[in-house]
């Protein structure tokens, strides 16, 4: 109450107050949207993400039994063997893009990078277990970036809410409140200026017969 007693009743404040709950109005009405987006962006990285978790599951399975195959058929020791001669997996490229307004990572690169003659010189069942093991590690990347996702949106999501409820329930009824009080203010001075007035014609009307009344007319 005691901010709202502090506004000037003036015109120009109200309708100052008045453009501001105009603007307010429009923000709450983007940010609605806004979060709408969000979650159905949420909810669709959501399913993305259980789908690569199963296939995640699958490939992980493939990729067992092929070690498995690559043993039995090559022998352990050649495996232990290749596997050491393995390259080095390549660098993760890290870049994002937005989406409304959120920042979502893309992973990209992090696999183990093998040339065409090297596989020439292996055994087909190595060659396959290798294929298999590159196919989970990107299936795990973008799991990853899935996941991050995930949480970047459920925090805008959050935090557009917040947002929105405080123009809706606290932002907006206060610029109301200001709105109501300038105009009882404005009524209430106009009450006084038509009294005034009234007042100072009555009075100008008593003057006047009363210099009638002296020059004897």
């Known amino acids: 109450m005691s901010a709202i007693s502090n506004i000037r009743p003036t015109r120009l404040e109200y309708i100052r107050t008045k453009k501001r709950i105009l603007i307010a109005k429009k923000g709450l009405k983007l940010l609605k949207l806004k979060r709408q987006a969000l979650i159905l962006e949420f909810f669709?990285?959501?399913?993305?993400?259980?789908?690569?978790?199963?296939?995640?599951?699958?490939?992980?399975k493939k990729g067992y039994e092929s070690i498995k195959l690559a043993e039995m058929l090559a022998g352990a020791m050649r495996l232990e063997n290749e596997s050491m001669k393995l390259p080095m997996m390549s660098n993760l490229h890290v870049s994002s893009k937005s989406i409304m307004g959120v920042h979502i990572p893309k992973l990209k690169g992090g696999q183990t990078e093998i040339y065409d003659e090297y596989l020439l010189e292996l055994p087909t069942s190595i060659t396959e277990a290798i294929a298999t093991f590159n196919r989970i590690h990107k299936i795990v990347l973008d799991i990853a970036e899935k996941e991050t996702a995930l949480r970047k949106l459920l925090y805008e999501i959050e935090r557009t809410k917040r947002k929105s409820n405080a123009i809706e329930n606290v932002f907006v009824p206060r610029l109301m409140a200001a709105v109501k009080f300038i105009t009882f203010r404005l009524d209430e001075m106009e009450r006084d200026t038509f009294i005034m007035l009234k007042t100072v014609k009555r009075k100008m009307g008593e003057r006047e017969q009363e210099t009638l009344k002296e020059v004897g007319i």
């Open 44 to 60: 669709n990285t959501s399913r993305t993400a259980a789908a690569l978790r199963e296939s995640l599951q699958n490939e992980l």
